[in-house]
């Protein structure tokens, strides 16, 4: 049976296909053009989407038709591209691209591919990764697994070293593709390969270094002729193409002169490598640093490492070796070609992947172990602020989980939870990827601390997270979803956490005049102050109901409150059914129940057992007494804690308190 799955390497600026052929041996499948690597590039023309190196030839041409450097922005929900009113995001363009990959091999094997591995920078997040797959998808494509490139690297380089000793040791993987850089050390004993340790930067590459030598030949432009090329964006493709050319000579030759026109002025200038260099070391420096952080993170010196190996087209700057070699004190690995050696090995490990799929023996004996790239935690909230509790630090093995079983409801009746990720190494998690605020509901009906959950947070064999709630008492896993209010960390570490807020008003007879008409104007501060992102107010009225539903429209509450008015009892139990019918509890959403009264309810049995179905389901409930008819003790013990009861003798005090209460919540 025809093996149909194919290993992709997925790059910046050029892409690789290539599969396991009959001999065992991965080799990299042409294009439709002839090429062992496809440029990264999309052009939209007409009714057509071109990939490859007619789209990249096209750049200067028609420069707002095409596309590069899509990888750089994978995962990203605001980067789009547009062409004749419609988007493209980073997954579908690269979903193009995969395409043209796909169906070139296709016509080279003769037969239909159908599934792939693909491989990502090392340093890729959740978010990334799940792009990837996601353009997989786009291109028809089944995804048997996601590989890091480093890890890809050392696969071939552990098929393909023709020395046997130097299949065994730790080696180094110093990947510096396009967009992109990853250095991992990997270490081989037998048949086991195993990532010891991974960093990089996924906005590190080529196109750093072909940037600055764009800078630095438009400012060299602008000195002499007072034109600035880059303000063109056709004049700025083709100073990219000639400045990209020149680099690639400069790895080959001492200096390059460079020739370049826009608007009938001409420059020529001479660029040596050694000014090259000087312009980019920043760069290597970068890398270096890298470099050295893999090492300590692995507790190695670089003298313990046997081998160095190269991915990734830039390593053949001069520069890069010379860096290499003064940190390592030897010449890299030359055992494979660093343009195509990600390819091979995402080539084997899909041979791998459908042989097992199959029920066949492996084509090669040989099994990969990689580490999580970043840590996985849970944001909490400790010594008043938010915090990232790590769960699966940096460089675990994956796939790698851990569970936490401590976690109880806090009130009767609570069945959901809400769950903040975040991955990253910052203590901050504002300074993290947000992964995600997820919902777990289905929590069966207890009182308070009586429901025990479990929770698994996992990092898959793609490395990709994954997290599971119990509840421990029944063994139930609890469905989730991501939650659907529109909360930032950022708005949480602010102090603008989401949040309801009924307000209760007694509207019983003893309020007639300059009572009411405090009570309103206090209302108004209150919600002028409290409204604002992710906030919203209702107003309720004792007697009378719902005057105004749960919303952020201020005219709305400002009408409501206008229309207060005194017109019988204090039915008080009645006021707070209502609103507690209303505020329904929605996960990450705080529910705030204020009451303003002036004297006694109806029903003070009543009023007292709906303020304890608020307080035990989870909302705060706060109780504003004014005038001398007040009884403390009810409305202490209405509130849900001391300081939520407030006192004002007088009406007039009634302002300065719900300014102080706005304040509180985070209002101002």
Same mark, same amino acid.
């Given at each position: 049976?025809?093996?149909?799955?194919?290993?992709?390497?997925?790059?910046?600026?050029?892409?690789?296909?290539?599969?396991?052929?009959?001999?065992?041996?991965?080799?990299?499948?042409?294009?439709?053009?002839?090429?062992?690597?496809?440029?990264?590039?999309?052009?939209?023309?007409?009714?057509?989407?071109?990939?490859?190196?007619?789209?990249?030839?096209?750049?200067?041409?028609?420069?707002?038709?095409?596309?590069?450097?899509?990888?750089?922005?994978?995962?990203?929900?605001?980067?789009? *591209?547009?062409?004749?009113?419609?988007?493209?995001?980073?997954?579908?363009?690269?979903?193009?691209?995969?395409?043209?990959?796909?169906?070139?091999?296709?016509?080279?094997?003769?037969?239909?591919?159908?599934?792939?591995?693909?491989?990502?920078?090392? /340093?890729?997040?959740? &978010?990334?990764?799940? +792009?990837?797959?996601?353009?997989?998808?786009?291109?028809?494509?089944?995804?048997?697994?996601?590989?890091?490139?480093?890890?890809?690297?050392?696969?071939?380089?552990?098929?393909?070293?023709?020395?046997? &000793?130097?299949?065994?040791?730790?080696?180094?993987?110093?990947?510096?593709?396009?967009?992109?850089?990853?250095?991992?050390?990997?270490?081989?004993?037998?048949?086991?390969?195993?990532? !010891?340790?991974?960093?990089?930067?996924?906005?590190?590459?080529?196109?750093?270094?072909?940037?600055?030598?764009?800078? /630095?030949?438009?400012?060299?432009?602008?000195?002499?002729?007072?034109?600035?090329?880059?303000?063109?964006?056709?004049?700025?493709?083709?100073?990219?193409?000639?400045?990209?050319?020149?680099?690639?000579?400069?790895?080959?030759?001492?200096? $390059?002169?460079?020739?370049?026109?826009?608007?009938?002025?001409?420059?020529?200038?001479?660029?040596?490598?050694?000014? #090259?260099?000087?312009?980019?070391?920043?760069?290597?420096?970068?890398?270096?640093?890298?470099?050295?952080?893999?090492?300590?993170?692995?507790?190695?010196?670089?003298?313990?490492?046997?081998?160095?190996?190269?991915?990734?087209?830039?390593?053949?700057?001069?520069?890069?070796?010379?860096?290499?070699?003064?940190? #390592?004190?030897?010449? =890299?690995?030359?055992?494979?070609? =660093?343009?195509?050696?990600?390819? /091979?090995?995402?080539?084997?490990?899909?041979?791998?992947?459908?042989?097992?799929?199959?029920?066949?023996?492996?084509?090669?004996?040989?099994?990969?172990?990689?580490?999580?790239?970043?840590?996985? @935690?849970?944001?909490?909230?400790?010594?008043?602020?938010?915090?990232?509790?790590?769960? !699966?630090?940096?460089?675990?093995?994956?796939?790698?989980?851990?569970?936490?079983?401590? /976690?109880?409801?806090?009130?009767?009746?609570?069945?959901?939870?809400?769950?903040?990720?975040?991955?990253?190494?910052?203590?901050?998690?504002?300074?993290?990827?947000?992964?995600?605020?997820?919902?777990?509901?289905?929590? =069966?009906?207890?009182?308070?601390?009586?429901?025990?959950? +479990?929770?698994? *947070?996992?990092?898959?064999?793609?490395?990709?997270?994954?997290?599971? +709630?119990?509840?421990?008492?029944?063994?139930?896993?609890?469905?989730?979803?991501?939650?659907?209010?529109? $909360?930032?960390?950022?708005?949480?570490?602010?102090?603008?956490?989401?949040?309801?807020?009924?307000?209760?008003?007694?509207?019983?007879?003893?309020?007639?005049?300059?009572?009411?008409?405090?009570?309103?104007? +206090?209302?108004?501060?209150?919600?002028?102050?409290?409204?604002?992102?992710?906030?919203?107010?209702?107003?309720?009225?004792?007697?009378?109901?719902?005057?105004?539903?749960?919303?952020?429209?201020?005219?709305?509450?400002?009408?409501?409150?206008?229309?207060?008015?005194?017109?019988?009892?204090? =039915?008080?139990?009645?006021?707070?059914?209502?609103?507690?019918?209303?505020?329904?509890?929605?996960?990450?959403?705080?529910?705030?129940?204020?009451?303003?009264?002036? @004297?006694?309810?109806?029903?003070?049995?009543?009023?007292?057992?709906?303020?304890?179905?608020?307080?035990?389901?989870?909302?705060?409930?706060?109780?504003?007494?004014?005038?001398?008819?007040?009884?403390?003790? *009810?409305?202490?013990?209405?509130?849900?804690?001391?300081?939520?009861?407030?006192?004002?003798?007088?009406?007039?005090?009634?302002?300065?308190?719900?300014?102080?209460?706005?304040?509180?919540?985070?209002?101002?």
């Amino acid at each position: 049976m025809k093996q149909h799955a194919v290993g992709i390497d997925l790059g910046t600026t050029f892409s690789a296909i290539a599969h396991v052929n009959k001999y065992g041996v991965p080799e990299v499948i042409h294009n439709a053009e002839g090429e062992r690597i496809t440029p990264s590039v999309v052009l939209f023309e007409g009714d057509e989407i071109i990939v490859g190196t007619y789209a990249k030839q096209s750049a200067v041409a028609y420069p707002e038709q095409v596309v590069e450097f899509v990888k750089r922005h994978m995962g990203e929900d605001n980067f789009t *591209f547009e062409y004749r009113g419609e988007s493209y995001n980073p997954e579908r363009l690269s979903g193009f691209i995969l395409s043209k990959l796909k169906h070139d091999a296709e016509l080279r094997l003769g037969h239909k591919i159908d599934q792939a591995v693909i491989t990502v920078p090392a /340093y890729f997040g959740e &978010k990334e990764r799940q +792009a990837t797959i996601r353009a997989g998808k786009h291109a028809g494509l089944t995804v048997l697994k996601l590989v890091n490139e480093p890890t890809a690297a050392a696969f071939a380089y552990g098929i393909a070293a023709t020395d046997n &000793k130097a299949k065994q040791g730790k080696v180094l993987v110093f990947d510096l593709g396009g967009g992109t850089f990853d250095v991992s050390i990997i270490e081989f004993k037998g048949k086991d390969l195993s990532v !010891i340790a991974t960093t990089g930067d996924h906005h590190l590459g080529g196109k750093d270094w072909d940037d600055a030598l764009i800078n /630095y030949t438009a400012a060299q432009f602008r000195a002499r002729h007072d034109i600035d090329p880059l303000d063109d964006l056709a004049a700025y493709h083709d100073l990219r193409q000639k400045c990209t050319n020149a680099k690639l000579s400069l790895s080959k030759r001492p200096k $390059v002169s460079l020739f370049y026109d826009y608007k009938g002025k001409i420059l020529r200038l001479e660029v040596t490598r050694d000014k #090259f260099e000087d312009l980019t070391m920043g760069l290597v420096n970068r890398c270096r640093t890298l470099t050295e952080d893999v090492l300590r993170d692995a507790g190695l010196k670089a003298n313990n490492i046997d081998t160095v190996v190269l991915a990734g087209g830039s390593t053949r700057m001069p520069m890069v070796r010379d860096m290499i070699r003064k940190v #390592f004190d030897k010449d =890299p690995a030359t055992d494979i070609n =660093p343009d195509e050696c990600v390819a /091979y090995g995402a080539a084997l490990t899909a041979a791998i992947e459908a042989s097992r799929l199959q029920g066949q023996p492996p084509p090669v004996d040989i099994r990969t172990h990689d580490v999580t790239s970043h840590s996985l @935690g849970m944001v909490v909230y400790r010594d008043g602020k938010l915090w990232n509790s790590k769960i !699966i630090e940096r460089n675990s093995r994956i796939p790698s989980e851990r569970t936490r079983d401590d /976690y109880v409801t806090s009130h009767d009746g609570q069945s959901t939870m809400d769950l903040w990720l975040v991955q990253g190494e910052n203590e901050d998690p504002v300074e993290c990827s947000v992964l995600g605020h997820f919902e777990f509901y289905g929590i =069966p009906i207890r009182p308070a601390g009586r429901s025990r959950l +479990a929770v698994t *947070f996992r990092y898959n064999a793609n490395g990709i997270v994954e997290v599971e +709630a119990m509840d421990l008492d029944s063994g139930q896993t609890l469905a989730h979803r991501m939650a659907t209010s529109n $909360v930032t960390l950022d708005d949480l570490a602010k102090g603008r956490p989401p949040m309801n807020i009924v307000l209760l008003v007694d509207c019983s007879g003893s309020m007639y005049g300059t009572n009411i008409v405090e009570a309103r104007a +206090a209302a108004r501060t209150f919600a002028d102050q409290t409204l604002g992102p992710n906030r919203q107010i209702s107003v309720v009225a004792f007697p009378g109901g719902v005057v105004c539903p749960l919303t952020a429209d201020r005219e709305r509450i400002f009408g409501a409150i206008e229309n207060l008015s005194p017109i019988g009892s204090t =039915p008080l139990a009645e006021g707070l059914l209502a609103a507690r019918e209303m505020m329904k509890s929605r996960a990450g959403v705080q529910r705030i129940f204020v009451v303003l009264t002036d @004297g006694h309810p109806d029903d003070p049995e009543g009023a007292m057992a709906e303020a304890h179905r608020i307080r035990t389901s989870g909302g705060r409930l706060v109780s504003v007494g004014v005038g001398n008819q007040v009884k403390p003790d *009810f409305l202490k013990a209405l509130a849900s804690k001391p300081e939520d009861y407030h006192f004002c003798s007088e009406p007039v005090e009634l302002k300065g308190t719900f300014i102080n209460l706005a304040t509180e919540l985070g209002g101002g």
